[in-house]
C-alpha cells in the first residue's frame, strides 16, 4: 500500500512572501490603479454616506430608539406625562379637533364637542386605572389632589347627560365653552395635555 505524505518546508524564511505582499500593495497604490478604482471610491463613498442617512432616519423614525435604552430613560423623566402609550401629542390633537367644534355656530356641533370631550375625559380616566362603571363613578373617584375641579366636573356631567337624553335640550355656546374649559382644566392636572 503506497501512502502520500505531504511534505512541509522546515524554512522559516517569510522574505518571498513579504516581496509578494510589497509588490501587490504597490500595484493597488499605483497611480494607474487609482485612476482605474476612482469611479468605485467615489462610488463607495456615496454609498457610505447614502447608508448613513438611511441608518440616522430609520434611528428617528421607527421604535428602535424607544425600544433599545432611550426608551427606559424617556420613560422615566415623563412617567406622569404617558399613560399606556398614548402620548401627549396625539392628546392635543385629539383635543384640538374637539375645541375645533366650538368655533361652528350650530348647537347641534356644540353637544358633539361636549360629547366627545366627556369620551375623551372617559377613555382617559379608564386607561389610567379609576374604578367604576360609568363616567360619574370614575369622576367620583378622582382625589381633589389629582384633579382641582371634580365639582365642576360632576355638574358639567350633568349637562352632558342631559344632552344625551334629550335631543332637543337647550343647550348654548358659552355653556359648551364653559365645559370644554372644565374638561380641559382637568386634563392639564391628569398632565394629558
Known amino acids: 500500500m503506497f501512502v502520500i505524505v505531504p511534505t512541509f518546508s522546515t524554512s522559516t524564511d517569510l522574505g518571498p512572501l513579504w516581496e509578494d505582499f510589497r509588490q501587490f500593495i504597490g500595484v493597488l497604490t499605483s497611480s494607474e490603479m487609482l ?21 440616522i432616519y430609520l434611528l428617528l423614525h421607527t421604535e428602535y430608539l424607544e ?14 406625562r404617558k399613560l399606556l402609550g398614548i402620548t401627549n401629542q396625539k392628546n392635543i390633537q385629539a383635543w384640538n379637533k374637539i375645541k375645533k367644534g366650538l368655533e361652528k355656530e350650530y348647537e347641534a356641533q356644540w353637544k358633539v364637542s361636549v360629547i366627545e370631550g ?65 374638561l380641559e382644566q382637568s386634563l392639564k392636572d391628569l398632565e394629558m395635555l
Open 67 to 80: 425600544w433599545s435604552r432611550y426608551g427606559d430613560i424617556k420613560d422615566f423623566l415623563t412617567a406622569g
Open 118 to 182: 366627556f369620551s375623551f375625559l372617559e377613555k382617559i380616566l379608564e386607561n389610567a386605572g379609576y374604578p367604576g362603571e360609568t363616567l360619574g363613578e370614575r369622576i367620583s373617584k378622582i382625589s381633589p389632589e389629582d384633579v382641582s375641579n371634580t365639582d365642576k366636573l360632576m355638574k358639567d356631567q350633568e349637562v352632558y347627560y342631559d344632552i344625551i337624553k334629550d335631543p332637543n335640550y337647550r343647550f348654548t355656546k358659552e355653556m359648551a365653552q364653559e365645559i370644554i374649559m372644565d
Open 35 to 55: 485612476q482605474h478604482l476612482l469611479p468605485l471610491k467615489i462610488l463607495f463613498v456615496f454609498s457610505g454616506v447614502g447608508f448613513i442617512v438611511i441608518i
